[in-house]
């Protein structure tokens, strides 16, 4: 089983339109959890903090359950420049001061005009 | 302010040769990683460096794999021998020095594309 799962997509949506990407995680020790944001050939960048409280920046969403080990983003009113691939992303403390980064492979989101 | 920077942007070598990535983490960011990304597949941890002291090497492939950090700046990764697995993009990244209360962002370079033919 890997580490972080995530939709394979690619989700090809209509400008306008709202999308949900999901993702699970193993790890009960995992500490902090993101979605990052990769554009082609570009290296990746984040976009957000996951908080069990849910958190919201703008058009985006995320929410955690640390119960069901289940992270999602929502985005609403899609636009062009939201086409890429999304992380999830996941930070384990494995000692000594050292966070790693869990990298799920990504989903591919088109904004269709 | 300078983001991460890594050099080269790309190399393309023959089975067998050595390659040395670079990479200059933000001024002032004591904890450096480097992550690797071989096609279809996820982006994976190699290792991590405090100022110049390797704090976790637990994702290194392998021991033709050396990273250092002389002086607690710039970092090289060297692969020698590549080997044709050894294909992929090298992610470096840095962010500022690690407090037991909160995680440090990760701020990414563009990459080295590494081709071994």
């Known amino acids: 089983r890997k580490e972080v799962e995530q939709d394979p997509g690619p989700f090809n949506v209509p400008e306008g339109a709202t999308v949900a990407f999901n993702c699970t995680y193993s790890n009960s020790a995992s500490q902090s959890f993101f979605w990052y944001r990769q554009d082609c050939r570009k290296e990746p960048k984040l976009l957000m903090s996951?908080?069990?409280s849910g958190n919201e920046d703008g058009r985006f969403t995320a929410q955690l359950n640390r119960a069901s080990q289940y992270i999602s983003l929502l985005i609403r009113d899609s636009k062009l420049s939201d086409s890429a691939t999304y992380l999830c992303?996941?930070?384990?403390?494995?000692?000594?001061?050292?966070?790693?980064?869990?990298f799920g492979k990504g989903t591919k989101l088109s904004v269709i005009p | 302010e300078a983001g991460v920077t890594q050099f080269p942007s790309h190399s393309v070598i023959e089975k067998g040769q050595t390659v040395t990535l670079r990479c200059d983490p933000i001024s002032g960011h004591d904890n450096l990683y480097w992550y690797r990304r071989v096609m279809g597949k996820e982006i994976k941890f190699l290792l991590h460096?405090?100022?110049?002291?390797?704090?976790?090497e637990s994702g290194m492939p392998n021991n033709r794999f050396l990273a250092e950090r002389t002086g607690g700046t710039y970092s090289t990764l060297k692969v020698q021998p590549a080997e044709l697995e050894d294909s992929g993009v090298y992610f470096c990244?840095?962010?500022?020095?690690?407090?037991?209360?909160?995680?440090?962002?990760?701020?990414f370079g563009p990459g080295t594309r590494l081709t071994v033919l």
């Open positions: 460096f405090v100022k110049e002291s390797k704090q976790d």
């Open positions: 992303v996941v930070s384990v403390y494995s000692g000594a001061g050292s966070y790693q980064l869990t």
């Open positions: 996951v908080y069990s």
């Open positions: 990244a840095s962010s500022q020095r690690w407090t037991a209360l909160t995680y440090n962002e990760q701020f």
